[in-house]
């Protein structure tokens, strides 16, 4: 497996997270919208069980890193 490994700062960090969490919520747009049983609505659900699974990787490693602050989303 291959691996990419950046620097970032703490804005850019806190973009990310905004950007992960606003993807989470139209994915979830999606299921509501076709439902769970579509292929539509399964495909987003899987996206959704991937996205969680990263961000939570991501916090784990960023916690030590950044202060709370990084991890607001709302503006």
Do not use: C, Q
């Amino acid at each position: 497996m291959r691996v990419l490994e950046l620097k970032i700062d703490r804005s850019t960090f806190n973009l990310l997270w905004k950007s992960l969490h606003a993807r989470e919520e139209a994915l979830l747009r999606r299921v509501e919208e076709y439902g769970e049983d579509s292929d539509e609505g399964a495909d987003a659900l899987n996206d959704i069980m991937a996205l969680r699974l990263y961000r939570k990787e991501l916090r784990e490693d960023a916690e030590p890193v950044f202060d709370a602050n990084a991890f607001l989303t709302d503006d």
